[in-house]
């Protein structure tokens, strides 16, 4: 008897796919559920559930066709009804928001509209000041010290990370940061939703473990302040007079004296939701079928202006140079992840997105797993978006790739993906480069400073001059990666 598949197992079988890999490629923070900021893709273990599911009835279908059938049968009407059922929730999610959302909330979603009434703000110093807020928070807690924070954290906001414990904190890896929502524009207070998705250690319990967390912060502040220079936007500093951050018993400044209750100096936490965390090692096996990759390229609104404007503004700006520049950058971040030598791409990535990498390159490293690319070729970096405000140029390009993306033991073996399988896909990066920054674009393995051979430190910091050269300050530096069903523009 011939043995067919069943009708179960081919409705099934694209909801089957696993995980995506490479150099931003959306590695599972939870282990198989969730995607990190580069990436997207169904969750791992979910699609491994399914699998088994999809086995076990093809083999009741094959061998035992009266029980087989009818549960087919079953199964198959119950996924058409969920299909249904999600196909029309969405659809009355959409109506409800086009009916119920403000147009003045709809407006004020871009965080950058606040430069309006703050000339200073910037989203990557904002950014940076998240990151950095986050990371000493949780230091903070383990600790037992959240209340030298009290400048930036509520006592709400404070009780909610006490409930978590103590006893060291540390390997904090911010895998996903997105500005949910933003409003307030209209008022003298404006409120920023965060959403984290991270990782991190605890020391207090032997042995270690190590967590993924999702959690939502809101910050607000006065919208009419002006923000401080990136060199004093970390959480280092007290909000009121810019020195070393230090607070007496009572909450007050050991310099200037001020007790800072709200948002009137700088971003300030109301409130801390944790939405999740979970003792479970990350994914590392999977790929899966890009998604988004033919969709039409999301320009920014007003782009086919906006870049003209931008290019007039800066006449020196070599577009060839810039894209030589990308290539670059691509290339050498592949070469690192494939080596798993993360330090090599130092020059190239922000703090933030480098320390990301680098937690994934220290993961495979002890799962003993290589994430491999070969014959990674790069067909076309497209500009879509520029934006630009006090202290930074930033230009989002969407990147045309291809290469044979695929997962090795120590040994060799492959342990997921192809090695003769060509993938290709696309992906959204943002570079940013300081506005004072040279004009010239470094296009080779060199200092963007000084031009000697590029060796830097941990800290970014180039062994010649002692320039800083992943602040953007000397030249394009990556700062994000997104894929495209998650890239919204």
């Not at 699609?47 to 035992?64: D, G, H, P, S």
């Not at 979603?109 to 703050?118: K, T, Y």
């Not at 404070?158 to 103590?166: D, I, N, V």
């Not at 607000?220 to 607070?247: F, M, N, V, W, Y």
């Amino acid at each position: 008897m011939t043995r067919r598949p069943s009708i179960l197992l081919l409705l099934l079988l694209p909801y089957a796919a696993p995980l995506i890999a490479r150099v931003g490629g959306g590695e599972s923070y939870s282990g198989g559920g969730s995607s990190s900021s580069g990436g997207g893709g169904d969750g791992g273990g979910g699609a491994e559930i399914i699998f088994y599911i999809i086995r076990f009835l093809f083999w009741l279908t094959v061998n035992y066709p009266a029980i087989g059938i009818p549960v087919d049968i079953v199964v198959i009407i119950a996924v058409i009804k969920y299909l249904k059922s999600r196909k029309s929730a969405k659809e009355t999610t959409v109506f409800s928001a086009a009916k119920t959302t403000s147009p003045a909330r709809q407006g004020s979603r871009d965080i950058n509209a606040l430069a309006r009434f703050d000339p200073n703000f910037s989203e990557a110093v904002f950014t940076d000041f998240c990151y950095s807020l986050y990371a000493r928070a949780h230091q903070a807690r383990g600790e037992g010290k959240l209340e030298n924070l009290s400048p930036y954290l509520s006592p709400a906001a404070r009780a909610t990370l006490k409930q978590l414990g103590g006893g060291g904190v540390g390997g904090i890896v911010i895998g996903s940061f997105t500005i949910a929502d933003f409003r307030g524009l209209e008022s003298p207070t404006v409120t920023a939703t965060i959403d984290f998705e991270a990782n991190y250690t605890e020391t207090g319990s032997q042995p270690m473990r190590r967590f993924y967390v999702r959690e939502r912060w809101t910050l607000e502040r006065q919208r009419d302040i002006l923000s401080p220079t990136p060199a004093h936007a970390k959480a280092e500093h007290c909000p009121s007079c810019g020195a070393a951050l230090q607070t007496r018993s009572d909450g007050t400044c050991a310099h200037c004296g001020t007790r800072v209750v709200d948002g009137s100096f700088n971003w300030f936490v109301r409130s801390i939701e944790v939405r999740e965390r979970s003792d479970r090692p990350p994914s590392l096996l999977g790929h899966a079928a890009e998604r988004g990759t033919e969709s039409p390229t999301r320009y920014q609104h007003g782009f086919q202006e906006k870049f003209p404007a931008f290019l007039a503004r800066h006449p020196e700006f070599d577009a060839q140079a810039f894209d030589q520049r990308v290539r670059l950058i691509a290339t050498e971040l592949q070469s690192a992840w494939t080596a798993r030598d993360w330090e090599r791409a130092r020059a190239f990535e922000t703090d933030a997105l480098f320390s990301m990498h680098r937690y994934w390159i220290d993961e495979y490293k002890r799962q003993r797993l290589v994430n491999v690319v070969d014959d990674f070729t790069i067909h076309r970096v497209e500009p879509v978006k520029v934006m630009s405000d006090t202290f930074y140029d930033a230009l989002t390009v969407r990147v045309y790739a291809s290469g044979n993306d695929y997962t090795v033991d120590e040994g060799g073996n492959v342990a997921s993906g192809s090695k003769s399988a060509v993938r290709t896909w696309t992906e959204y990066w943002t570079l940013i480069r300081g506005r004072a920054a040279k004009k010239t674009i470094t296009t080779t393995r060199n200092c963007p400073n000084c031009g000697a051979e590029l060796k830097v430190s941990e800290t970014g910091i180039c062994a010649f001059c002692g320039g800083k050269v992943t602040s953007g300050d000397f030249d394009w530096v990556l700062s994000r990666i997104e894929q495209d069903e998650s890239y919204s523009g």
